[in-house]
């Protein structure tokens, strides 16, 4: 079956760095879009960044444009989204997920990974 | 950037019908999925391209989209339905085009 693990969350001080990794088993994972979502403490949901299944293709939210890079390693059946200049907003659980493939939907999610901006 | 508008809460008595609107312009020209997220957990998919449903997703779920508003359905609501509910659209015209409503609680009284 589908899994993503995601990995790499922890508390960050502002202006610091993470890298989160999500690792991908169960399908073919050069054959899919992933994206990274994000969940602020009692808030909704956020799309971050998405790649297509070559990389080629890549967006970003405005909130985040600059600071993320999303990138992917196929050979490693991997996701990562490394994060710099880190704010408090930034706070959130991160979760990876699945392209639907023949639609815009994400069908698969990880459990996701807290991370925390704070002094 | 196009933006999709749900009603922060929506309450029903079990046995009842659940309706969640999503509210976006011209929506009805765009495919809508839905999302189920319980406390604590990954959201969950479970309407995609306005009204079909995953497997593994009862028929109790269905949705709809025209015009200004996609709805999402839930027929005959049982307690273990009480979630938090999230619209989503693809905005191929954007540079930032996956979009998320805001969110609908949705509380079995």
């Known amino acids: 079956q589908v899994q993503l693990v995601e990995s790499g969350g922890g508390l960050v001080k502002p202006g610091g760095s993470l890298r989160l990794s999500c690792a991908a088993s169960?399908?073919?994972?050069?054959?899919?879009?992933m994206s990274w979502i994000r969940q602020a403490p009692g808030k909704g949901l956020e799309w971050v960044s998405y790649?297509?299944?070559?990389?080629?293709?890549?967006y970003y939210a405005d909130s985040v444009k600059g600071r993320f890079t999303i990138s992917r390693d196929n050979a490693k059946n991997s996701l990562y989204l490394q994060m710099n200049s880190l704010r408090a907003e930034d706070t959130a659980v991160y979760y990876c997920?699945?392209?639907?493939?023949?639609?815009?939907?994400?069908?698969?999610w990880g459990q996701g990974t807290l991370v925390t901006v704070s002094s | 950037s196009y933006v999709l508008t749900q009603p922060p809460s929506v309450s029903v008595a079990p046995g009842q019908t659940a309706r969640i609107t999503c509210g976006g312009n011209?929506?009805?020209?765009?495919?809508v999925h839905w999302y189920q997220q319980k406390p604590g957990q990954a959201p969950v998919l479970v309407v995609y391209?306005?009204?079909d449903r995953p497997s593994g997703i009862p028929e109790r779920f269905s949705g709809s989209n025209s015009g200004n508003t996609a709805t999402l359905t839930i027929s005959r609501v049982e307690a273990g339905d009480e979630a938090d509910y999230y619209c989503?659209?693809?905005?191929?015209?954007?540079?930032?085009?996956?979009?998320f409503g805001g969110g609908t609680k949705l509380t079995v009284l």
């Open positions: 997920a699945r392209d639907c493939s023949s639609t815009s939907c994400l069908s698969d």
């Open positions: 169960g399908f073919t994972f050069s054959d899919y879009y």
């Open positions: 790649i297509s299944s070559s990389g080629s293709t890549i």
């Open positions: 011209n929506i009805g020209s765009k495919s």
């Open positions: 391209d306005d009204s």
């Open positions: 989503q659209v693809w905005d191929s015209s954007s540079d930032h085009p996956g979009v």
